[in-house]
């Protein structure tokens, strides 16, 4: 099996990138169908067309195998993540989970929050660390891009979830707008 997917290794990450690519965007629709939890603000702006053309990076294979590795490790990671958050969205309705974040997010210390959110990444970085330190050799070994693929997730959430945090706390402080009938 192995030798076959190494023959078809281009086919095989372009296969692999777009069943990343729709677990994605669909955990994404499963937690957040109006995208008001999404912590990647150049989705929450540009809404469901650009979330759906995100799936296009399945093509960078055809590019460069090396590429491919770390969006496809990013883009499993995010998955992953996504699919932990789904049943209590889905428990609560994505407008209660909101106001529950949002009013999380003001009871919070800003800084205490933020130590708190680092954490995973830091151990995220040390994990992408601990591979390059295996597979340092880009020419030799794909573990090498894997790393980066890791390191790459720790930097995605070390930006946009904190970034959230105080989206949240901006909203959270803003009154919101009378309700007309």
């Known amino acids: ?13 372009f296969i692999a990138l777009l069943i990343a690519r729709i677990g994605d965007v669909l955990s994404t629709y499963l937690v957040t169908p109006t995208l008001k939890l999404e912590a990647n ?23 460069n195998t090396a590429i491919a590795i770390p969006f496809l490790v990013v883009s499993l990671m995010v998955s992953a993540s996504n699919c932990s958050k789904i ?38 970085l040390i994990l992408g660390g601990l591979v390059l330190l295996f597979y340092p050799d880009p020419t030799h070994d794909w573990g090498f891009y894997i ?4 390191i790459a ?18 909203v959270g402080s803003t009154p919101d707008p009378p309700q007309t009938n």
């Open 147 to 150: 790393g980066v693929g890791i």
């Open 1 to 13: 099996m192995r030798a076959y997917i190494l023959e078809h290794l281009t086919v095989f990450l």
């Open 41 to 63: 603000p150049i989705v929450r702006k540009l809404r469901w067309p650009f979330a759906l053309a995100t799936s296009l990076v399945c093509f960078i294979p055809f590019y």
């Open 153 to 170: 997730y720790a930097l995605v959430l070390a930006i946009y979830v904190p970034k959230f945090f105080f989206h949240l706390r901006k």
């Open 87 to 124: 049943w209590v969205a889905r428990a609560m309705g994505e407008t209660k989970y909101y106001e529950l974040m949002k009013e999380c997010a003001q009871r919070s210390s800003a800084l205490s929050a933020v130590l708190f959110l680092l954490s995973p990444c830091a151990f995220v």
